[in-house]
């Protein structure tokens, strides 16, 4: 081929569709982070959508159903006496069977919407009902975000933590939660491991993202930005070495720690570690603000309540008292 020629196939090519740059991570993250906190699939939503349509189906009624087709074609052909008939009362026939046809249709809407508006009330009522235990639980609706709590200060244990995660069975991953400005992840992942976050306070977990960047592995963020309960839920049973929990303990109430503990069990494999980073009691009272203190969920349990509910749990734990900070470790294992 010429070199005019190639020009001219140059010239005559269509342009190729421009390379989207790249997202940061970050980015995606952020994003994610949209997809997972928007309101539809949620509970509230689907619930609210159920109740739409119940009133306002999306299927057709009974009255908007097919229309009446009317008598047979060949009804007037079925012996002598029925073309007799047809002379006779044919027509009266016809408006008659179209009569019943629309009343029977009429009844069958009206049932149904009578049962629809049964259901509506009985649903409307139960949620009324559980939307008042739910205000007793958290009437206020505070946010972790607004209360601006800062994290534990972890420091004291970020050499012991990588020596109490398991030595022997399949190495999986460490889950930190809540990351906080993402050192603990770091000293774990010098010693080896492949740990990842999660924060639900955006400015910690942007700020982790920049320090830690992407896993070297899979490309996936190092921190996820949410609740850790609500990230435990969508982790595979058995999928983790080792488990820290941090702060999210601190301000959980009972039923919610217990939630945590089920879900750690859930997701640990069977030689895996749970690590409780728990504050004092008596530091957390006295450091928090007023409205801190007053409006939080729950506050810290006693390491020797986290013993016993770990124990009740089948697991065998360890207290480790902080010699120079505030925040006790509990690190338990799965009893064999």
């Known amino acids: ?36 906190m928007s309101p539809q699939g949620g509970l509230a939503w689907g619930f609210d959508d159920a109740m739409r349509r119940i009133i306002h189906p999306d299927a057709v009624s009974t009255t908007g159903a097919d229309p009446w087709p009317g008598l047979p074609d060949d009804l007037w052909m079925r012996g002598r006496s029925a073309r007799i008939g047809q002379r006779f009362v044919g027509d009266v026939a016809g408006v008659l069977a179209d009569l019943l046809a629309t009343d029977a249709r009429t009844v069958a809407s009206a049932a149904v919407a009578g049962a629809n508006t049964a259901t509506w009330d009985a649903l409307r009522y139960l949620a009324a009902r559980v939307e008042l235990l739910e205000a007793r639980v958290d009437p206020a609706g505070v946010e972790v975000a607004e209360l601006a709590l ?38 774990l992942t010098q010693a080896g491991w492949k740990a990842r976050g999660v924060e639900p306070r955006g400015g910690l977990a942007w700020r982790s993202l920049e320090a830690l960047g992407e896993a070297a592995d899979d490309g996936a963020p190092a921190v996820i930005f949410g609740e850790v309960i609500g990230h435990l839920r969508g982790v595979d049973a058995e999928s983790c070495s080792g488990l820290v929990l941090t702060g999210c303990v601190d301000r959980a109430d009972v039923a919610g720690n217990v939630a945590l503990l089920t879900e750690s069990l859930r997701v640990l494999q069977p030689h895996g570690t749970l690590i409780i980073l728990t504050t004092d009691q008596e530091f957390w009272d006295g450091s ?16 020797e309540t986290w013993l016993l509910l770990l124990g009740r749990a089948g697991m065998t734990a360890e207290w480790h008292r902080p010699r120079t900070g505030v925040v006790h470790a509990i690190v338990a294992r799965v009893a064999t």
Do not use: N
């Not at 010429?2 to 989207?20: C, G, I, K, N, V």
């Not at 004291?156 to 109490?164: G, T, V, Y």
């Not at 928090?288 to 390491?303: A, E, F, W």
């Open 1 to 36: 081929m010429s070199e005019s020629e190639s020009a001219s196939e140059a010239l005559s090519a269509p342009d190729a569709p421009p390379t989207a740059p790249p997202m940061a991570t970050a980015d995606a993250e952020l994003l994610a982070a949209f997809d997972r």
């Open 150 to 187: 800062d994290p534990p200060d972890i420091s004291e244990w970020l050499d012991a933590a990588p020596s109490w995660l398991p030595t022997s069975g399949t190495r999986g991953s460490v889950l930190v939660g809540e990351s906080g400005d993402g050192v603990l992840m770091r000293a």
């Open 288 to 303: 928090r603000t007023p409205p801190q203190r007053d409006l939080s969920p729950g506050r810290p349990l006693h390491p």
